[in-house]
T-cell receptor, first 114, second 115 residues
Framework: NAGVTQTPKFQVLKTGQSMTLQCAQDMNHEYMSWYRQDPGMGLRLIHYSVGAGITDQGEVPNGYNVSRSTTEDFPLRLLSAAPSQTSVYFC?????????????FGPGTRLTVT | AQKVTQAQTEISVVEKEDVTLDCVYETRDTTYYLFWYKQPPSGELVFLIRRNSFDEQNEISGRYSWNFQKSTSSFNFTITASQVVDSAVYFCALTSGGGADGLTFGKGTHLIIQP
């Protein structure tokens, strides 16, 4: 199993550009989520999904869109990048649909918006 | 609302010393789950332990141990005989209620083990 994979590992964007961060898991997990990590802030939840076709907002959803067309994939879209979105982004998945189980994290994407 | 507080921003100890990382949580739910994750310098997040609110037994795994005390809303993590490879940022996290709305993380404790 590859676990949770994320692409790209690094990305630099200019203000106003759009892009999609890719996330995939091969563990047949129902629950998937996106977090951002900022210095001194811990991780904060952006969006989550409890299964294909179902998504919901987390603590910091503004500026981000998600969709879940398959169990395996959960892409995160930045519609119009802003410097405040400079962060490290982690995708995670969990066997427990409720999200109560341990979450397996991808390696992260480091995004810089200039 | 729920909250996780890791008051120790950074701890530095000499190798082989024991070290305890503190975690205090707040939640109004009676059912909740607590986690510890390790983030080494390479940046990935490694799951260490999950504990539910109905299980107050302490846990030991090798040099790692966890002390869960509901009376003080704490879930502390102790590393015995620390090693340089233990150097990392450690996060405590909480999910409660239905759980689907993800983990609430503390801000992390940066642990430095000096040789």
């Amino acid at each position: 199993n590859a676990g949770v994979t994320q692409t790209p590992k690094f990305q630099v964007l200019k203000t106003g550009q759009s892009m999609t961060l890719q996330c995939a898991q091969d563990m047949n997990h129902e629950y998937m989520s996106w977090y951002r990590q900022d210095p001194g802030m811990g991780l904060r939840l952006i969006h989550y999904s409890v299964g294909a076709g179902i998504t919901d907002q987390g603590e910091v959803p503004n500026g981000y869109n998600v969709s879940r067309s398959t169990t395996e994939d959960f892409p995160l879209r930045l519609l119009s990048a802003a410097p405040s979105q400079t962060s490290v982004y982690f995708c995670a998945s969990s066997y427990w649909r409720s999200g109560r189980g341990e979450q397996y994290f991808g390696p992260g994407t480091r995004l810089t918006v200039t | 609302a729920q909250k996780v507080t890791q008051a120790q921003t950074e701890i530095s100890v000499v190798e082989k010393e024991d070290v305890t990382l503190d975690c205090v949580y707040e939640t109004r739910d009676t059912t909740y789950y607590l986690f510890w994750y390790k983030q080494p310098p390479s940046g990935e997040l490694v799951f260490l332990i999950r504990r539910n609110s109905f299980d107050e037994q302490n846990e030991i795994s090798g040099r790692y141990s966890w002390n869960f005390q509901k009376s003080t809303s704490s879930f502390n993590f102790t590393i015995t005989a620390s090693q340089v490879v233990d150097s990392a940022v450690y996060f405590c996290a909480l999910t409660s209620g239905g759980g689907a709305d993800g983990l609430t993380f503390g801000k992390g404790t940066h642990l430095i083990i000096q040789p």
